[in-house]
């Protein structure tokens, strides 16, 4: 089996809240892990062979540029208790839009897992995968309350976005 390491700094996740006033978005590079599996010669993933892939996030690195927003959302996220969030994923497959692949997650934030579907695409540059795809969560689901700052209220939907790059062990 392949084993592809994400290339540190090269990686996002941003995420972005909806509020009463105005967005709130906020993103991160610190995203570490690897992605086993197998390609065929043109660069097709071979899913019926075994694959996964296996990703931290440290909360704490997530930052929107408002220190207010970022220490109430670090406090409503417990980030001494709960430093990471882990993203597993299980089992892929092709989806039904050419150029398209669908996959089984599981999230693992607050100390709440939850699982789900999601579509993504994959490109193959050379001996890289560049992988994106977005999921919104609901953040009460992590049993996380929506933080409320004086006359701005947040919503609970949270839309994250994820780019990641990763790039294949050895020779």
């Not at 579907?117 to 995968?129: A, I, T």
């Amino acid at each position: 089996m392949t084993r592809f390491r994400l290339v540190p700094g090269s990686s996002t996740i941003s995420t972005e809240m909806r509020s009463s006033m105005h967005p709130i978005i906020a993103e991160t590079r610190a995203l570490v892990g690897t992605i086993d599996g197998e390609l065929d010669e043109d660069g097709v993933p071979r899913f019926e062979l075994e694959h996964g892939a296996s990703l931290q996030l440290a909360v704490g690195t997530m930052k929107s540029g408002h220190r207010l927003q970022d220490m109430e959302m670090q406090r409503r996220l417990d980030v001494r208790r709960y430093p990471q969030i882990e993203v597993v994923v299980d089992r892929a497959g092709q989806a039904s839009r050419p150029g398209r692949y669908r996959a089984s997650v599981k999230v693992t934030a607050h100390g709440r897992t939850r699982s789900f579907d999601e579509d993504f695409s994959m490109q193959v540059e050379g001996r890289r995968l560049v992988i994106e795809g977005e999921h919104t969560f609901d953040m009460r689901d992590f049993d996380v309350n929506p933080p409320n700052f004086l006359a701005l209220k947040v919503h609970p939907e949270v839309r994250v976005r994820a780019r990641i790059v990763a790039e294949q062990d050895g020779p």
